[in-house]
């Protein structure tokens, strides 16, 4: 598998809500904005590079990477931003960070295509070694048709739809804390002093 067969999307379309509602991908962490620690790390391992966001449009787009709303425009989750990936995909994966987790492994989309091949799997999901990160997943573009369906069924819970396909799982036990997200102004702290931010990743 080649860097060039997967396209990663960056969630950047929650409401923010444990951090008082603020965008969580343009607050600033260690000098810079959460989401561009995101793409330092994710742009060297893929192909195509895309952002879904639903504020604060223009500011995204300055990052120079195409940034896609969800359908509806009305918050339902990391799914429709998923699915909005997925409706501009031109390669055979798509690589699915949030951007709330500014220290993710350099390997991840190796890592998690080496476990989809090998276990011939339609999904794969990272697992720290305690629990599996659904948002951290990499996903076959054929995936796409059956979101669509789950998403207009009402669903909305990324881990239940996983579950609906061949789902693997790649060890990433060897470094937990790479998917310590920053939640809360005590994480944001935590990580700007050098330290894995208190409370479990999501």
């Known amino acids: ?3 060039s067969d997967i396209t990663a999307v960056i969630l950047a379309g929650g409401r923010g809500r444990r951090l008082g509602g603020r965008d969580k991908g343009l607050v600033p962490l260690a000098g810079r904005p959460m ?3 995101v793409i330092a790390l994710i742009r060297p391992q893929v192909g195509p590079l895309l952002i879904s966001a639903n504020r604060n449009l223009d500011r995204y787009r300055r990052y120079g990477l195409p940034v896609i709303r969800d ?3 009305d918050f339902t989750g990391p799914l429709a931003g998923i699915l909005g990936a997925m409706e501009q995909l031109t390669t055979p ?5 949030p951007c709330d987790t500014p220290a993710l492994p350099p ?3 190796a890592r998690l295509a080496r476990a989809l091949e090998g276990n011939r799997a339609e999904a794969c999901v990272a697992h720290d070694g305690t629990r599996s ?4 997943a990499l996903l076959r573009r054929e995936l796409k048709s059956d ?3 789950y998403l207009t069924e009402g669903g909305r819970a990324l881990g239940r739809w996983l579950q609906r396909h061949r789902l693997t799982r790649a060890d990433f036990s060897d470094c937990p804390e790479a998917f310590a997200n920053i939640n809360t102004p005590d994480q944001r702290a935590a990580f700007e002093a050098g330290r894995q931010p208190p409370g479990p990743a999501a």
Do not use: F
Request: with cysteine; hydrophobic share 45%; charged share 35%.
């Open 93 to 97: 994966l798509l690589l699915v960070v």
């Open 1 to 3: 598998m080649e860097r």
């Open 133 to 136: 990160q659904h948002a951290c």
């Open 71 to 73: 359908r509806d425009g």
């Open 107 to 109: 390997d991840l989309a």
């Open 35 to 37: 989401i561009e620690h």
């Open 147 to 149: 979101l669509e369906d």
